[in-house]
Structures are given as C-alpha cells and as structure tokens.
C-alpha cells in the first residue's frame, strides 16, 4: 500500500499540473485567438524577394505601422488632416454598416491620399460564433463596397476583436485575404484620456510593431499627433502594412501579427 507522503507527492503534482493547464488554456482565451499560428513582419519579409518594394526597405529601417479599426468616423477627417501635415501612412481596417455607408467620402479620400483600406467586416460580429456563409458575407459586403467606392479590393482583413480560428482562415485563403492582428494595442475603446493612450503605445512599441487603434473614438485622434512625433525622434519610419511585409506579401489565409 502507498505511504501517504507518496500519495500527497503524487496530489501535488497533479495539482500543480492541472492549474498550469487552467492557466494556459485562460492565456489562449484572453490573447483571442487561442492557438493560431501567426507570421511576423520579419519572416513576411524573407518568403519572397520578388515582390516589389514600398517606399521604405524595412530591412534596414525601424519601421512601425499605424492601424485604425472600425472606420470611418466623424474623427476621421481629422485623422487624416494629421496624417497628411506628418506625411505618414496609416492602414484603415473600415466597418460597413454605420461606417463605409455613412461616410463614402472619407473612405474616397483615405484611398486618394495613399492609405491602405482593408476589411474589419460588416457589422463587427464575432466571426467565431457564425456559420461560414454568414462569415462570407461579413467579409464579401465590406469588401464590395470598399472597391465600389475606390476600385480596388482589399487584401487585408482583422477579425473583430481578433477572435479567428480555421475555419475563418480557409474562408479568408477562399476570398483572397490575409489576417492582421496586432502587436501594440492602446486598449484606446476603454478611455477617452489621450494621454493614457499615448503612453500605452510608446511603452509598447519595438521594431516592426503594428499598432492597433480606432479613429472612432474621442480620446485616441488627439493622442495621433503626440504619438507620431515621438516615435519620429526614436528614428521610427511609418509604414501601411502591405510596407512593412515588403518584399514579401501578405498571404490570404495566414495571420500576421
């Protein structure tokens, strides 16, 4: 019969191994997309040297790559304002219902003035709680309408609050778009205090970083300013995402982070 010192060793240790398996699967939950493999900018960059290059070789540069979700908004016009004084790029990921419909202008200018316009879906549904038809037409609406109003379709979506898994990834490879997540994010939808959201970025920002933030909100357009001049004088050089892959491309059906 055991001795009960082995059995309490034994107890332990499987305690022990239960509550890391709690822990890693509430990291999966809390990160959002569970066990998705993401590719970096950096090995983007390696996979294919024929592509053609943007105005910046991120090889060499620091570069970084301004996002905003959930576009456009009435603090749009602003944004771009700002971004055409500083000459910087941004990457727009625009929502459909209540945003492209509401403001074709916006969404007009921001493919007139160089920015890249990619798909955040139609009405921000979580893409993991429905059924493939249903993601098809979050993604195949926004995408029409984006390339109605500019004549080209995007190649770049991010799934609403980054919640993915393979099924989105084999309807985003059908329909010819690529993930993008985030590797910087102001959590900007939980304060109106510009401040707060430009600290967060500036902590969090490295080399190759893609910053997640929402032009619809009050707080994070006043913060852009501050946001860029700093990382101007850290020698930052800013990017669209499709740059920031460059030479390589961003392949439908992978996640890039």
């Not at 007009?108 to 160089?114: L, S, V």
């Not at 994070?220 to 930052?236: C, F, H, S």
């Amino acid at each position: 019969m055991p001795s009960p010192t082995k059995k309490t060793k034994r107890s332990t240790i499987a305690f022990r191994a239960a509550s890391l398996g709690v822990a890693a699967a509430l990291l999966m939950a809390l990160g959002g997309c569970g066990r998705t493999d993401t590719t970096t900018p950096s090995s983007a960059r390696a996979t294919d040297v024929r592509a053609r290059f943007g105005t910046v070789d991120c090889r060499q540069a620091k570069c970084v790559a301004l996002t905003f979700d959930a576009g456009p908004s009435e603090h749009s016009a602003r944004l771009l304002d700002i971004l055409a004084e500083e000459q910087v790029p941004a990457t727009f990921f625009l929502m459909g219902r209540r945003h492209i419909d509401r403001y074709p202008e916006l969404v007009r200018r921001m493919a007139d003035e160089g920015h890249e316009l990619a798909n955040h879906t139609w009405t921000h549904r979580n893409l993991t709680d429905l059924q493939p038809d249903q993601i098809r037409e979050e993604l195949t609406r926004t995408d029409d309408a984006i390339e109605e109003l500019t004549g080209r379709r995007p190649t770049l979506m991010r799934p609403p609050q980054g919640r993915t898994d393979a099924r989105v990834h084999e309807i985003c490879r059908e329909l010819g778009l690529a993930e993008i997540l985030w590797s910087v994010t102001a959590k900007d939808y939980a304060t109106t205090d510009s401040d707060v959201i430009t600290r967060r970025v500036l902590s969090q920002v490295s080399r190759d970083g893609i910053v997640l933030l929402h032009d619809l909100y009050d707080g994070t357009v006043p913060a852009v300013p501050g946001i860029i001049r700093v990382l101007k004088e850290r020698g930052y050089v800013f990017v669209t995402v499709p740059q920031l892959l460059a030479p390589g491309r961003a392949e439908p059906g992978k996640v890039y982070r």
